[in-house]
């Protein structure tokens, strides 16, 4: 039998370079790809500061500037049209909403963002702020006391928290009374930005420090409140 000859074949130079330009021209084909991989956009940047919330140097306890990224700009302190048909010197609080409105003589409204009390610790009513105080103290009530143990060594029978920032009035408190009697209830400040807008306290109404500052200046001692009741299903809210 007579073998087959092998037949080998030598590239040319023509075969070779063009194998050459297409292993470049593949290696460049992703390129495109890999230029057009999505870039994660840049964080917006925050709103800019309104003055009214700059730092409080010059307190008995320096008050930092409002972190504004935290606070939904619709709950930054204005002035509205007074729309609660209440009179003029009237505070009004709309729960569900989370704002409260100290009504003007010229048909205004001076709004505040606030933080409201969870389910369960809610109120709602016609009352007076009976005094109120710069740095106060906090004494929890006995219930709360009761119910949070934790808090025994600010029980009224220990004399409650001293004056702070971390304490939970903060730099201003209004004490609010019904019939002439103390609800337990105040309008006070608090040093997170975040609470704004939430539902979260043991039924005080909460302020940003800046906010509660400025409120205590317009508000004297007496002056009517107005606690709407909410509209929300108990297990919704």
């Given at each position: ?13 023509r075969?070779?370079?063009l ?94 963002g ?28 006995d ?85 709407l ?9």
């Amino acid at each position: 039998m007579t073998e087959r000859p092998t037949v080998r074949f030598s590239p040319s130079r023509r075969h070779v370079v063009l194998g050459l330009a297409g292993l470049v021209l593949s290696g460049c084909a992703s390129l495109p790809r890999q230029q057009a991989r999505a870039i994660p956009a840049a964080a917006p940047p925050p709103p800019p500061r309104p003055l009214m919330y700059d730092a409080m140097p010059d307190e008995a306890f320096p008050v930092p500037a409002v972190d504004v990224s935290k606070v939904d700009p619709r709950f930054w302190r204005s002035e509205v049209a007074n729309t609660t048909n209440e009179p003029p010197g009237t505070l009004v609080v709309d729960t569900d909403a989370k704002y409260l409105y100290f009504t003007q003589a010229d048909g205004s409204a001076v709004r505040y963002g606030i933080g409201v009390g969870r389910e369960g610790f809610s109120w709602s009513g016609r009352a007076k702020v009976q005094y109120k105080r710069k740095w106060p103290r906090w004494t929890p009530p006995d219930e709360m006391v009761a119910r949070q143990p934790e808090l025994e060594p600010y029980s009224i029978a220990n004399g409650g928290m001293d004056p702070g920032l971390t304490n939970p009035l903060s730099a201003r408190a209004l004490y609010i009374f019904q019939d002439g009697r103390d609800t337990l209830y105040r309008l006070h400040g608090t040093h997170q930005e975040w609470s704004i807008g939430r539902a979260v306290s043991s039924g005080c109404i909460r302020l940003l420090n800046q906010d509660v500052a400025d409120l205590y200046e317009r508000v004297p001692n007496g002056t009517p409140i107005v606690v709407l009741p909410s509209s929300a299903p108990a297990a919704a809210a």
